[in-house]
């Protein structure tokens, strides 16, 4: 009886304890809410803040980036323009060359000559072809006053606007070769493409087709004025 009624008396104080505790106060309910709302928007302003980090270092990538890109196309611009003042010198040393070549015209004389063959239809240079080339090339000499004149031909097969184009480019392949191999300089060599325009043998059968194919290379040396030029120069300013 003692201990049932000690738990009567537990009871009673826990229903008098919960009958006297106070309701919420109104006014902190909306002061609440606003706090989960702080709270909510935080958040959002943290994702969105990471958001913008992460575009703006994109775009800071993707800036470098272009500037590496303008970088290398400035360098690159810059190498052209060095290229094109080389250029530029080599034009002016080809125009005093080519006016003084044309200045003593009389004086130059083909000294060789050599005939470089093409197979059917190329514009490359084969072990057979570079052979030849480099044969003729022993002729060449430390002295500046030399040109050498490349004339592209080829055989009256095909189109005849194709064959002139391919005999301009046979010509090129040789001077190229004359440029990287003995270092001549473009200014010195002279190229010309006739295309089937100056056969040296009949295009009727193969073998004159064969000899058509090919780039004629001479060989002009700039040779001093004989004593009969000076005398008459010297007759010509008396008189």
């Keep these: 009886m003692r201990i049932a009624g000690c738990c009567l008396l537990l009871l009673a104080i826990a229903a008098s304890g919960c009958a006297t505790k106070k309701p919420l106060n109104p006014q902190v309910k909306p002061i609440i809410n606003r706090a989960n709302d702080l709270d909510q928007l935080a958040a959002v302003n943290t994702r969105d803040i990471a958001t913008i980090d992460r575009v ?47 200045l003593n015209m009389d004086n130059y004389l083909e000294v060789a000559k050599v ?35 490349l004339t592209g031909n080829t055989d009256t097969t095909g189109n005849t606007e ?35 325009d100056k056969p040296v043998a009949a295009n009727t059968t193969q073998s004159g087709r064969a ?3 090919r780039v004629d290379v001479s060989l002009f040396r700039n040779s001093p004025p004989t004593q009969a030029n000076d005398d008459s120069d010297e007759r010509a300013a008396i008189k």
Excluded: C, M, W
């Design 115 to 149: 005939a470089v063959q093409f197979p059917a239809k190329g514009d490359q240079l084969d072990d057979q072809a570079e052979g030849t080339i480099d044969d003729f090339a022993t002729k060449f000499d430390d002295t500046s006053g030399f040109l050498v004149t």
């Design 211 to 213: 000899k058509n194919r």
């Design 56 to 102: 703006i270092g994109k775009n800071v990538e993707a800036l470098r980036a272009r500037i590496t890109d303008i970088e290398q196309l400035s360098a690159g611009v810059s190498r052209q323009a060095e290229g094109v003042q080389h250029e530029v010198g080599d034009v002016n040393t080809f125009v005093a060359v080519l006016s003084s070549a044309i």
């Design 162 to 196: 194709h064959n002139y184009d391919l005999s301009k480019r046979r010509a090129l392949a040789v001077a190229g070769y004359l440029e990287v191999r003995f270092h001549i300089p473009a200014y010195r060599i002279f190229i010309v493409g006739l295309g089937p």
